[in-house]
């Protein structure tokens, strides 16, 4: 397995598709792994009547979205290369910039599954650019 690294963000909407498709063609070009990361967090306004789902239910949407965009980009014409999966609890653009360090590239879409909350805080793709210690990459849909 290689030792260098390119994490990208995964959300399971079209941008995130398009990234994870290009990560896995630059690791190929540069024998690196992929390192896929989803995150997952209760929405802003959840506590106020219980929500919609079970709070279990959001933990597996997530992983379900990560887990299908992995294996739809597999069965593309993309190059075979390792990708490895992370989900995580907790903020998209926090989880991708702990997950960055020592990265090669952070690699994210230009939007994804955004919400009100998301919006107050700024964009993952914007969050990432100004605070990654490693060359991050946005890439357009």
Same mark, same amino acid.
């Given at each position: 397995?290689?030792?260098?690294?390119i994490?990208?963000?995964?959300?399971?909407?079209?941008?995130?598709?398009?990234a994870l498709r290009w990560a896995v063609k630059q690791a190929a070009?540069? +024998? @690196?792994?992929?390192?896929?990361?989803?995150?997952w967090e209760f929405p802003?306004?959840?506590?106020?009547?219980? $929500?919609?789902?079970?709070p279990d239910d959001f933990e597996e949407a997530a992983r379900?979205?990560?887990?299908?965009?992995?294996?739809?980009v597999q069965h593309e014409d993309v190059p075979t290369v390792p990708i490895e999966r992370e989900l995580t609890h907790g903020h998209a653009a926090q989880a991708l910039? +702990? @997950?960055?360090?020592?990265a090669e590239l952070l690699v994210v879409g230009s939007r994804g599954h955004g919400s009100f909350? $998301?919006?107050?805080?700024?964009?993952?793709?914007?969050?990432?650019?100004?605070?990654?210690?490693?060359?991050?990459?946005?890439?357009?849909?």
């Open positions: 397995m290689s030792e260098r690294k994490v990208v963000g995964v959300d399971g909407s079209d941008p995130s598709k398009c070009l540069i +024998d @690196a792994t992929v390192h896929a990361v989803g995150a802003a306004f959840y506590s106020w009547e219980g $929500g919609p789902m079970p379900k979205a990560l887990d299908d965009t992995v294996e739809q910039l +702990d @997950a960055s360090d020592g909350y $998301g919006a107050l805080l700024g964009s993952v793709s914007q969050r990432c650019a100004v605070h990654a210690k490693c060359p991050v990459v946005i890439v357009r849909y």
